[in-house]
């Protein structure tokens, strides 16, 4: 019960940010030679947290260079969920398919995330490869059945995403799969990062992709058709999500092919810029 209160506490305090304008927070999972940790970003340095960082933590003395240290996933996810055509720019149709009128969620395998800085392995028997820029929800404390209104709460800040997504497996009329665990869930096909932030009016956030340094993807977090609390009430109704899970929510306007030798950047108002190159499996 009391960890249950300062988890709580925690997310209560980030939604208090929102609202008061103080400076985000942002937090990141790292490793440094022999250590892997939770830690905050300060400025170009990075200070060591000793705890759980969606539980009990304190700040240490102990920090390092930002440039001397490997980012991670931001966490370490039970469970990774991401939304199927939640931007009216990104569905064929100039009106929203019925199935699309209520949000549409698949899994990706927790497997698949892949951090700042990391290579997208594109399987040797992959045909077409696309990117998707997303904006990912971080849920901070246990939710289950809770309202749109409450939804926010359980939130512990967001991230930059990329679903990447093999379009054959996926869709192909001769070769689709029956589900989409490979063409969305294979091993690197979730880069996510740099770090989490709090503290952010994440319903107003610009969300950018990069290939090769030309924007491809623009678009703002309010054109989403199921805004960030329907989408976690909606979830929440049938599927218990924990600290640290993450939703990927959706990708706007048109996708296309990444290839061995690209580099893709995911740019989110407010958190930064997720980059990663591709290489084809060897």
């Known amino acids: 019960m009391i960890r249950e209160c300062c988890l709580f506490a925690l997310v209560f305090c980030a939604a208090s940010l929102r609202s008061s304008g103080a400076e ?39 920090t390092y260079a930002l440039n001397d240290v490997t980012l991670l996933p931001p966490t370490k996810p039970t469970q990774v ?20 009128t209520i949000p549409q ?46 939804a926010l709460q359980y939130v512990f800040g967001v991230t930059a995403g990329n679903d990447v997504s093999e379009r054959v497996w996926q869709n192909d009329e001769t070769d689709k799969d029956v589900q989409w665990w490979r063409a969305k869930g294979s091993d690197t096909f979730g880069p996510v990062g740099p770090w989490l932030v709090s503290g952010l009016d994440y319903g ?28 976690i009430s909606f979830i929440s109704q049938h599927v218990t999500l924990h600290p640290g899970d993450m939703i990927f929510m959706g990708t706007p306007g048109k996708t296309s ?26």
């Open 24 to 62: 985000p927070v942002k937090y990141l999972r790292f490793q440094h030679g022999e250590t892997t940790a939770w830690g905050l970003l300060e400025g170009d340095r990075v200070r060591q947290l000793d705890g759980d960082l969606f539980g009990k933590w304190s700040k240490t003395d102990t």
């Open 105 to 150: 969620p698949f899994y990706k395998s927790p497997s698949c995330l892949l951090g700042h800085g990391g290579a997208i392995v594109i399987p040797k028997d992959a045909k077409t490869v696309h990117y998707e820029a997303e904006i990912v929800v971080v849920i901070g404390r246990k939710c289950s059945k809770v309202s749109r209104e409450d």
């Open 81 to 100: 969920l991401a939304m199927a055509g939640n931007y009216r720019s990104h569905l064929k149709d100039d009106k929203i398919p019925k199935k699309f």
């Open 204 to 231: 107003k956030l610009m969300l950018r992709l990069r290939l090769n340094g030309e924007v491809r993807q623009e678009e703002k977090s309010d054109h989403l058709i199921h805004d960030i609390p329907t989408t």
């Open 257 to 282: 092919t990444i290839s061995h030798g690209d580099v893709v950047e995911v740019e989110l108002e407010g958190v930064g810029t997720l980059r990663n190159t591709v290489v084809a499996e060897q």
